[in-house]
């Protein structure tokens, strides 16, 4: 995988970082499926000369094919507003981590696989992608190295599903691993019952709809929104007779990417599970109902806060950092009659995660929103496994793994999974740290792509810490250089130089003081 950083601006800034190693020491890539923090640095792998192949399932290819171009779009919109903001304060203009048209570019180096299947992307090196039941064609990757005549199996989670997911068929279980390394976004954590958070968001629509507010739900435009559509299309089967309002109420897919996905899902009924099949096999579009509307011109989305009737608004980016999902944000997150509905991951630093978290007010598009509408969040619909997804994945199977390596979620969540992984099975679990190289054990001796490093755990902690003081530094330089821009006189211009040496060094000596170095 290549994602994107997301987050809070400090881990975004991890983007414009060098990779760390040289492309024409890369082979190949494999990637489990098409989430933009699994696949969002793909078109910067192409900027700085990667013309290898990309192997992924045809899903995960077609999905990239959308997600990656609107990757490049958000890259170069966000970059021309800092622009326009470097003008006006007189600063150096920058370029975008990589453009439309490089994604585009990009999605030539695809080689789509077939679940199921081996194949050999270099030799001694054989794969099998196994569906992971996260979102449409993603996959859990069984990789085969041999060397000397030894062979060992490394197993990569990707993102593991959750059993019972509409649409999606449950994550494979596995035989077993040497090696193991595991997504734990949830690995604290046990999601509510299934049954029992499909009753709650019904509930809280008719609540919302009786009292005459719009139900807003922030949602990734390609996993979440489907399945929303699918469960909405189930429960329209389930009350028709009772002929509630919920089934009266519209529908409004307000993403362009989200209805280019949901048009991906629709011709990629292969990975689908067995009663979604049915439903087509009788006829039915489980993706489609009567009161479902898509709304792909800014007019419409514009419509949608101008029209006073309730409605339920599904609309992107998830996490509400960005797209079409911050205007109804902004008109709707001040009115007590709507709902905020939330049915996905809200990951540190993000305006989803303030809201959930209970902030009184939030910033949208530079203006303060207090916060008045009913917020709610429902994990029905989530993506990931949980704990206990997690752990009985492992215990199912045979062959144990000697060590697992924990990716892919907060602190707390690592080290909460890492002592139920102990306590449970009494394997040994490592959290792998940002930038660290992990030796598994294999007996391999030829070029490695990152060169080997001291395993000295201060390295780790004094990479994050100098990564963190870097970000903070180049902001505090911002201010410094946004001061100086504004001068009006020769006077006050000959005043902040004069102060500015100082300033800069008191600076960068509260922020070593505050990021914690370790000692040496």
Not at 105 to 127: E, T
Not at 156 to 183: C, K
Request: net charge negative; hydrophobic share 35%; with cysteine.
């Amino acid at each position: 995988d290549c994602g994107l950083f997301q987050g809070s601006a400090r881990e975004e800034q991890l983007n414009q970082g060098p990779f760390p190693f040289e492309m024409d020491d890369l082979d190949f890539l494999l990637l489990t499926h098409a989430h933009i923090d699994h696949s969002g640095r793909i078109p910067k792998l192409y900027t700085h000369g990667y013309r290898g192949p990309v192997y992924a399932t045809k899903a995960t290819a077609d999905l990239c094919r959308i997600m990656l171009p609107d990757s490049g779009h958000i890259q170069e919109s966000e970059q021309e507003w800092q622009n326009r903001k470097a003008r006006r304060a007189g600063r150096a203009e920058t370029t975008p981590l990589y453009t439309m048209e490089d994604a585009v570019k990009s999605c030539n180096l695809f080689k789509p696989v077939k679940y199921d299947v081996s194949f050999n992307p270099a030799p001694d090196v054989r794969v099998v992608f196994r569906d992971a039941g996260h979102i449409l064609g993603s996959a859990v990757l069984e990789i085969w190295v041999t060397e000397d005549g030894q062979t060992s199996k490394i197993v990569f989670s990707g993102d593991l599903g959750n059993n019972d997911m509409p649409i999606l068929r449950d994550p494979t279980v596995l035989d077993g691993a040497d090696y193991l390394v595991i997504e734990s976004t949830y690995g604290g954590r046990k999601h509510p019952r299934a049954q029992d958070e499909v009753e709650r968001f019904v509930t809280i629509i008719n609540e919302t709809i009786d009292g005459g507010g719009n139900v807003v739900i922030p949602s990734f435009a390609v996993g979440r929104t489907q399945e929303i559509i699918y469960e909405l299309f189930r429960q329209e089967e389930r009350f028709r007779s009772r002929r509630e309002k919920f089934l009266r109420t519209k529908v409004y897919i307000d993403s362009p990417l989200a209805i280019s996905a949901t048009a991906v899902f629709r011709q990629n009924t292969d990975c689908y599970d067995e009663e979604a099949r049915r439903y087509i096999a009788d006829g039915k579009n489980p993706l489609d109902f009567p009161d479902l509307h898509f709304t792909p011109s800014v007019d419409e989305s514009k419509w949608l806060n101008e029209d006073p009737g309730s409605k339920i608004i599904i609309s992107a980016s998830g996490m509400c950092d960005a797209g079409r999902i911050k205007h109804h944000l902004k008109h709707n997150l001040w009115r007590p009659e709507s709902t905020i509905l939330f049915v996905g991951y809200q990951a540190e630093g993000t305006l989803g995660r303030r809201i959930v978290e209970g902030a009184d007010k939030v910033r949208v598009f530079g203006d303060e929103i207090v916060v008045r509408a009913r917020v709610e969040s429902i994990e029905g619909f989530s993506g990931h496994a949980d704990c206990d997804g997690l752990i009985n994945w492992i215990a199912a199977m045979r062959h144990k793994p000697a060590q697992i390596l924990l990716v892919h979620g907060e602190t707390e969540s690592l080290e909460t999974f890492a002592e139920t992984i102990g306590r449970r099975f009494g394997l040994e679990t490592h959290i792998a740290s940002l930038n660290e190289t992990v030796t598994l054990g294999l007996p391999v001796a030829h070029r490695r792509i990152v060169p080997e490093r001291l395993r000295d755990p201060r390295m780790v902690l004094a990479t994050y810490a100098l990564d963190t003081l870097q970000a903070d530094f180049i902001s505090a330089m911002e201010q410094f250089k946004q001061e100086v821009a504004r001068a009006k006189t020769q006077e006050e211009l000959e005043a902040l130089l004069a102060v500015l040496p100082t300033r800069i060094a008191a600076t960068a000596g509260e922020l070593v003081e505050s990021h914690a170095l370790p000692e040496g």
